[in-house]
């Protein structure tokens, strides 16, 4: 290919921009096909991106989840206040689990590797996966701080120079379930910001760039433009929303103030409920990152996500307060609060766009922790998503499907295989789906044992079994989730948060929620 200089502006610019999404995507790609964790390696529970000098997100991989991506976007720049450029070589990378730091809790990893061309820093790559365990009490929500929940590692050195932080790893064996996956998962995350670095410098040398600089800033400037005018087209205004959760053992009101203010939107939390004292606290930096994609699911859907398309939306929340949690606050389970966040943020929309915003659906994901004297697994189960009136006419919700994390559903045939575990019913979850002219998507229906009939644990972080998804505009809610345990013909109901034993014989019943119905049913 010839010098980038001898074409136009805009297609140097779209060819770079092509490029940089071809080369994160194998990032992301790489991470999955070298993780240990089932659930990033069968699930796609991660993150992938390429950011510039100071630490702006430029391109994030389509492979992830907003949660992971977004929360990412920010905490780069904290890695480079830490280990400010000048202090790095080629041959280092950084680590951190630091809720506050990386993506909201213990059981993420950021990794971010600096890029040298002839000892010029031209890129840095990060990405995030989730590791199943990092000690304490294991992954879910009954903790009541921090420190019993796993091993926090502030952001620090995971190579130096080249050369291992032996340190560190034996740390990390130490306090750990299975350190063999906990390091094969560093090295997994290493291996893929090491790809993404050598198509970089591939991509730099083919195009006759020195860095990304300067193609960098144009790329943010455009996409900063483009979303502010984006915003600009909306209706100016302060827009109010509520939405009734399940919380851990009482219901949480969550409320939200939207407003536009010709080419900026702000999203205010204030209101929602406190802190609180079990592990469904949200560190700020989730609750931006599920808040500001509920708008970007909406508003210049054409536009990149990066730093430039992100900075014209703010998200404000108390300090303390559930969506704004505080160290040293239990965050283990911040999934369960956090990805019910773009429902609400939708619904505000809602009055924006009327007519044109899908109803809620299942929202968070039913990602329970199954676990026996010699095994532990983390599966991933989907339930349905709201009925979307403004897609191409109009279409029924999906069943079974992750919406906002986009995680996916892990096999019966991985989940077997990992675990002595047998999965009797899976299937359909019938009249789950709201009715509606547009119908939500359908949950579905498990039924596990062991396989050996010995008795297991489960660990619940689930939503929407006392508060199913509503419908919008007429439509009718969907089914509400069911956890239980059936004993001979005897079923014991669970809420859908905590950690309690199946005994011996007994089968786990989950059933994931449908998704809300659009419009007259009639």
Not at 27 to 50: I, K, N, P, W
Request: charged share 20%; proline share 7%.
């Amino acid at each position: 290919m010839s010098d980038l200089r001898d074409m136009p502006p805009d297609l140097q610019l779209q060819l770079v921009w092509d490029r940089l999404l071809a080369l994160v995507e194998e990032q992301a790609q790489t991470l999955m096909r070298t993780a240990f964790s089932t659930v990033v390696r069968e699930a796609g529970d991660l993150s992938a991106g390429v950011f510039d000098r100071s630490g702006r997100m430029l391109a994030q991989a389509v492979t992830g989840t907003p949660g992971h991506v977004n929360a990412m976007a920010a905490s780069v720049a904290r890695f480079l206040e830490v280990h400010p450029l000048p202090t790095l070589q080629p041959g280092d990378v950084l680590v951190t689990n630091d809720p506050w730091d990386g993506t909201g809790h213990l059981n993420d990893f950021t990794v971010v590797t600096p890029v040298f061309s002839q000892a010029h820093c031209v890129a840095l790559f990060a990405a995030t996966s989730h590791i199943a365990d990092v000690g304490g009490r294991g992954f879910g929500p009954d903790a009541p701080e921090l420190f019993e929940e796993g091993l926090r590692i502030p952001i620090m050195p995971l190579f130096s120079g080249g050369e291992r932080n032996e340190t560190l790893l034996k740390i990390i064996a130490a306090n750990v379930r299975d350190p063999a996956v906990a390091e094969g998962d560093l090295y997994s995350l290493t291996a893929c910001n090491e790809a993404g670095a050598r198509r970089l410098l591939a991509t730099l040398a083919e195009f006759g760039l020195p860095d990304l600089e300067t193609m960098g800033d144009a790329l943010l400037v455009r996409s900063e433009a483009a979303m502010r005018a984006a915003i600009g087209r909306l209706p100016d205004g302060c827009y109010r929303e509520s939405l009734t959760i399940d919380g851990y053992d009482e219901p949480l009101k969550l409320h939200c103030a939207l407003t536009i203010d010709g080419e900026t939107l702000t999203l205010d939390f204030a209101g929602s409920p406190p802190a609180s004292a079990f592990g469904i606290n949200v560190p700020l930096t989730y609750t931006q990152a599920y808040a500001s994609f509920g708008v970007r699911a909406l508003v210049g859907g054409d536009i990149p996500n990066n730093a430039g398309s992100l900075a014209p939306i703010r998200v404000t929340a108390p300090a303390g307060s559930l969506l704004a949690a505080q160290p040293p606050s239990a965050v283990s389970a911040r999934h369960a609060i956090g990805q019910m966040l773009p429902d609400l943020v939708i619904g505000a929309m809602a009055q924006v766009l009327p007519g044109q915003v899908p109803s809620p659906g299942a929202s968070c994901i039913w990602n329970p922790v199954l676990r026996g004297d010699d095994f532990v697994i983390n599966p991933i189960f989907n339930g349905g998503t709201g009925a979307r009136p403004a897609l191409d006419g109009g279409k029924d919700g999906l069943s079974t499907t992750a919406f906002p994390s986009g995680v996916r559903t892990t096999s019966t045939e991985v989940n077997e295989a990992t675990a002595p575990l047998v999965f009797w019913r899976r299937e359909l979850a019938p009249g789950s789906a709201g009715d509606g002219a547009l119908r939500g998507g359908y949950g579905q229906i498990l039924e596990i044992a062991h396989r050996h009939a010995a008795a297991f644990t489960v660990s619940r972080m689930f939503d929407r079994v006392a508060h199913p998804a509503l419908g919008r505009d007429g439509g009718a809610a969907g089914a509400h989730g069911v956890v239980a345990i059936r004993s001979d013909d005897e079923e014991q109901h669970l809420r859908g948060k905590g950690v309690d034993a199946v005994p011996a014989g007994s089968s786990l019943i989950l059933q994931t929620p449908g998704g809300g119905g659009w419009g007259d049913p009639a």
